[in-house]
């Protein structure tokens, strides 16, 4: 007999494996605007995003062989966070259009990790 699965009651933490950690903090929280919620030094810098967690990790700290991290980010507008994306050595890679659902606005910091955007339908498009 089968236990019956639960589903996850909410995504805990996302992290990207970082070569430079003080550099993507810089770019995290100036060009997205996350907030710091707890730094170990350059080893583990946290941030509160919603209901979950999003960090930086040196490599030490990171899962073995990680790699392939998107973390996607509900936003009000994209434009100002292109401009300060840009301005802080990322990269903007394209938008889609999700019709009634939103959109989606990929971009690459500037260690090549992917990022996404998603802004639901109504609010303002650049």
Sequence with gaps: MSLPMESPKRLQNVFVVAERPA???AFYESALGLQLKFRDQDRWIQYGAGNTNVAVACKEEGAPATSGVVMVFEV???AATIERVEALGGEV????DMGSHGA???LRDPEGNIVQLFKRQGTPTP
């Design 76 to 78: 009000e507008d994209f």
């Design 23 to 25: 550099e993507l903090h």
């Design 104 to 106: 989606v606005l990929s």
């Design 93 to 96: 890679l394209g938008q889609r």
